[in-house]
């Protein structure tokens, strides 16, 4: 079955509206969702805000299901001034942007990296282009820190080629890739860090991109 991973209620709330035949099951004291999309067996996982939720929440789901994909949807923070709230962000890689042991290991110690699986990518683009959306395929920044504008310059600094920030996909992604399951993200943009007051951007923006996000899903799901 594919697994679909959120880390809000808002955001699993979005997609669980697209399930048929929705079963809870919890399982320490996780909260995870059985059930069909577009026809397909499906696990949606609640698992909280940031990394260590996100593991937690992962390897229970990994340990505990017949996993052939993990998908990590909602929204995230985007970095770039050609990014706008409700885009798509894609990723083609992750990295744990807060990951830093420059001091030991030079430059090689900043971030712990996991490339997406390239068939889930190419799916991603071909279930996109007919679609009327902006979107962006790149690299998911991934720390326990809501990004705002002045986190900035130092995040692009390290990582310029980063296109998003959000708080569990470099934790799902390091998970997915010990437990040999191909990941991808799959998120829309509730609030752009180069715009002045993007958190509150994010209190406005966070269910209808959560929305976007989760009708793309569903789109995807269909087309695997
Ligand atoms: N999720 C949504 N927006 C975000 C941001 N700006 N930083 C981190 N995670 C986010």
């Not at 017949?66 to 990590?72: E, T, V």
């Amino acid at each position: 079955m594919i697994a679909i991973i959120c880390a809000m209620q808002i955001e699993c709330d979005a997609i669980l509206k697209y399930c048929t035949s929705i079963q809870k099951n919890v399982l320490f004291n996780r909260t995870f969702y059985e059930a069909e999309l577009a026809g397909k067996k499906v696990v949606i996982g609640l698992c909280g805000v940031a990394k260590v939720n996100a593991a937690i929440t992962t390897t229970i789901l990994c340990a505990h299901y017949d996993i052939q994909a993990i998908l990590n949807i909602g929204v995230a923070g985007g970095l770039k001034e050609n990014e706008n709230v409700m885009d798509l962000v894609i990723s083609d890689q992750v990295v744990q942007h807060d990951y830093d042991t420059t001091a030991l290991d030079g430059e090689a110690g900043k971030g712990i990296w996991v490339k997406a699986d390239q068939d889930l990518l190419a799916l991603a683009i071909k279930v996109l282009e007919p679609m009327d959306v902006t979107y962006h395929v790149g690299c998911v920044a991934s720390g326990d820190l809501f990004v705002t504008k002045q986190h900035l310059e130092k995040l692009l600094h390290d990582f310029p080629d980063a296109i998003c920030a959000e708080m569990e996909a470099g934790a799902i992604a390091q998970t997915a890739d010990s437990f040999h399951i191909p990941f991808i993200v799959l998120r829309s943009l509730s609030d752009v860090a180069v715009k002045e007051k993007s958190a509150m951007d994010f209190m406005e923006y966070v269910q209808i991109a959560s929305q976007k996000s989760a009708e793309f899903t569903y789109r995807f799901v269909e087309g695997y």
